[in-house]
């Protein structure tokens, strides 16, 4: 079962904690830098498991710090676990560190170290690990955060500590990146990319804005140096995306023209009521599209229709519960990728909210030509179509979890992205784009307008190619 198929959502606010059914909290691997702000249970078993671990797993599968990192303004921490670039090709000053932040919401960021991007893999058996040759710590410095609080070993004080809106997700982002940067002052040069999937399709968009404003007011020697951000298979814009379930099913021919017709008639009310602000009843909603999908197409997963099982994420769960602006950043790079199989938050419906985006670089990018990728061996890895900042990328033999499925392929994706090498090397690369007149606004007509939770993402992920 994958993690976040039970909490991914249509709402941007949630008037209840989400029930992390598949996210349950675990117990640590390593630690270095407890934070006296950790919950008393937590640093007790990160401290009895620091000997253990080093004994069982192998030396390179262990984060170079693990900890907590204090939230100031929640009197609480959020836990981190970081890996060194094992080869890097920049000097240490200028080489990339990325923030990896899971979806959910309410999944531990563990979720992606361990089964998707981390040097090491769990095993089905919950017990052992095996080497990941396509982790993503090869060229990059590598960030796990459980985020929001709440989730993971982020232990929240109470339950009314648990936040319940983005732009309190996004301070909180903030604060535990100011306080891994106190650790190691030297990483603070370096470039520094927001990654993540599925729901940090709002996280990283929130975040990355709010890490702009919060720029434009700090000293030099404080800022965080923001170069780009990267969102795999993300629920971005609930109201354009739930609209595309149907559609992608028919034109695969999974369900019939009579089935699609039941399939928009349920989409058509998850709509209505994202647009209402009813955030629960929308998220409710949306889980009956996908619940009825799941039964019309008889498949093991909608995260990816070619997988004759769940991803295996189970394993991972048991091993971690086991006792052992211009002046700034006037070109913020964008990256958008989805794995071509996900029937969830594919690429049709990432297409989707961007036709529907007024914005003055838009007629560029959908000008622009769609070139095929392949790897540096010849096979094919997907299709890249980018103008200005701007890389929208579809990854072939993947669903959702695209580093899962295809992992030499991703990592080629990041690394190339990243180091603008490959197919995101300078041919393309243009003159920037240029920012939209005032806030970002839908092309009338289309999806009946925007609530002003779905116009703040709109808004802050634009802020993040050009300067609104």
Sequence with gaps: MHPESHCSSSRCRRSTPCRLRHCRRPACVADSSASPKAPPLARLVLVLLISAAAAVFPKEALPTKSGYLP????????????????????????????LWLQGGPGCSGLVGNFFELDPYFVNPDGETLSRNPFAWNRRFGLLFIDNP?????????????????????????????QSFYALDPSLRAQPFFLTGESYAGKYIPAAGAHILDANAGLPEAQRVNLRGVAIGNGLTHPVAQVATHADSAYFLGLVNARQKRELEALQSEAVSLTL???????????GRVLSRLQNLTGLATLYDYAKQRGYATDAVRAFLNR????????????????GVRDLRDGVVSTEA???????DGLRAFLDAQRTVWRTGDGELAGY????????????YGAGHLVPADNGRVAQEMIEGWVLGTG???RGGDGDGIRSAAGCLTEHPGRHGGMSKC???????????????
């Design 353 to 359: 909210w961007l036709a529907g985006v007024r914005w």
């Design 149 to 177: 609080l709440g989730t993971g070993f982020s232990a929240a004080p109470s339950p009314a500590d648990i936040p319940t809106n983005q732009s309190v997700v996004a301070a909180h982002i903030l604060a535990a990146l």
């Design 276 to 286: 209402a602000e009813r955030w629960v009843e929308a998220s409710d909603a949306r």
């Design 71 to 98: 939230i100031p303004p929640a009197n609480a921490s959020l836990f981190f676990a970081f890996y060194e670039a094992t080869d890097p090709v920049t000097p240490p000053a200028s080489t990339p560190l990325l």
């Design 423 to 425: 197919p995101f090397g």
């Design 323 to 338: 006792a052992e602006a211009e002046s700034l950043l006037r070109r913020t790079r964008v990256l958008l990728y989805q």
């Design 454 to 468: 779905v116009q703040a993402n709109y808004c802050a992920i634009w802020i993040l190619v050009g300067r609104i």
């Design 384 to 395: 890249v179509q980018r103008s200005g900042a701007l890389s929208h990328v579809v990854v």
